[in-house]
């Protein structure tokens, strides 16, 4: 029976990189002209959801979201989650409407297909590179400049350790929204490492629970107060949790 079950599992996660790459194939015309300037990024972002539903119901998952705040058009924001899954940029555009932009680790870029336009459309960092970490500090600050959000998970990976809830956060994130005084939104995703973890043979469809939290504000903040800020952040996160509000 264990055979059987790891085995629908095998073939489950297959088409999970089927589901990955066969969408990317089929919009490619599309994707070339959207990524090859900045001015079309909106374009590239509609296609990037659908690409990122498809794989979410492809998979046999549903998403359920619960929102204390909605995000409003043509505002800038700080968008961080917890971080457990491959799932959870997909699930991050499911859930946010509204463009922005990823700032994620460099490994990714080396995946088939995906890759290539992962390079073209996010801001890649190496998090053990101080050179590569400035780099990437300094084109977010230009990307918030032209009225972009960002997105960050500021554990800066995924624990290898799958008993920790949420593990510390960097500060990048805070002092990006602190410097340009944009809102928090703090995001939780509660079923990502049940549902898709890193680890192979595991998994099922089902629920994705998604609670996106109350907004906090960074009006009048200065760089000394990005720690609290940071903290705060890290309190909502993990109270959420591990003490769900959302069913």
Known sequence: MRLIKSALILLWRIWFYILMVVPILIMLPFLIVFTSSEKFYPQFFICARIW????????GFYIKTEANQNLE???SYMLV???TSMLDIMLMLCVVKQPFVFIGKKELGRIPVFGFFYRRTCILVDRKNQKSRMAAFEEAQRRLKQQNSVCIFPEGGVPDDRSIV???FKDGAFRLAIEHQIPVVPISFHDNKKRFSYKFFTGSPGKLRVKIHEFICTKGLDATERKPLRDQTFQIIHQELSNPTID
């Open 52 to 59: 990122s539903k498809i794989i979410v119901y492809g998979m």
């Open 73 to 75: 058009k043509h505002k």
């Open 81 to 83: 989650a917890n971080h």
């Open 166 to 168: 949420l593990d510390h």
